[in-house]
T-cell receptor, first 109, second 115 residues
């Protein structure tokens, strides 16, 4: 079956760095997305990786290892506004998005 | 670019009535639109996938006669919750993709409360 695993909740301190891991098992693979979702709002796009390696975009970076079925989202210089849920989603061979349950990130001052 | 709107943003209706939610792609043509439901503190649950001009594909466990989806044009899809009940109260979110980009552009969501 198809499956996405990510931690349910993480806590970090303002100004610090946090890494949110995601492992996936899908029928075929056409890339991995990370979305941010604040409570009561729709998800917003953060990143898309289809090749192995690290993609950096400001304070956020996303890494992919296709051979390991693994990705992570790295958030640097954490700010209180980064408190949100982070959703990992893999695109399978039919170009369907398989969603993880999301990781709730709590930032403490 | 790539803006998706939803209307209404929130709606309260009485049990037994029907509610229609619209999803529009404002600046692009959406070959495929997705409808999600999200209960509090839970992740997105895909309800159905719709392609313009064809019948929607519903996920297992989603009643197609209760959640009517129409994708009449490349910029508009509608979800009608028929004979709504309190357990249908949820956050409904649509998203859209174009034929050449697989990033899903999300609408702002519609909060439905059935009393």
């Amino acid at each position: 079956g198809q499956n996405i695993d990510q931690p349910t909740e993480m806590t970090a301190t303002e100004g610090a760095i946090v890494q949110i891991n995601c492992t996936y098992q899908t029928s075929g693979f056409n890339g991995l997305f990370w979305y941010q979702q604040h409570a009561g709002e729709a998800p917003t796009f953060l990143s898309y990786n289809v090749l192995d390696g690290l993609e950096e975009k400001g304070r956020f970076s996303s890494f992919l290892s296709r051979s390991k079925g693994y990705s992570y989202l790295l958030l640097k210089e954490l700010q209180m506004k980064d408190s949100a849920s982070y959703l990992c989603a893999a695109l399978d061979s039919n170009y369907q998005l398989i969603w993880g349950a999301g990781t709730k990130l709590i930032i403490k001052p | 670019g790539a803006v998706v709107s939803q209307h209404p943003s929130w709606v309260i209706c009485k049990s037994g009535t029907s509610v229609k939610i619209e999803c529009r792609s404002l600046d692009f043509q959406a070959t495929t639109m997705f409808w999600y439901r999200q209960f509090p503190k839970q992740s997105l649950m895909l309800m159905a996938t719709s392609n313009e001009g064809s019948k929607a594909t519903y996920e297992q466990g989603v009643e197609k006669d209760k959640f009517l989806i129409n994708h009449a044009s490349l910029t508009l899809s509608t979800l009608t919750v028929t004979s709504a009940h309190p357990e249908d109260s949820s956050f409904y979110i649509c998203s859209a993709i174009t034929s050449d980009v697989y990033e899903q552009y999300f609408g702002p969501g519609t909060r439905l409360t059935v009393t």
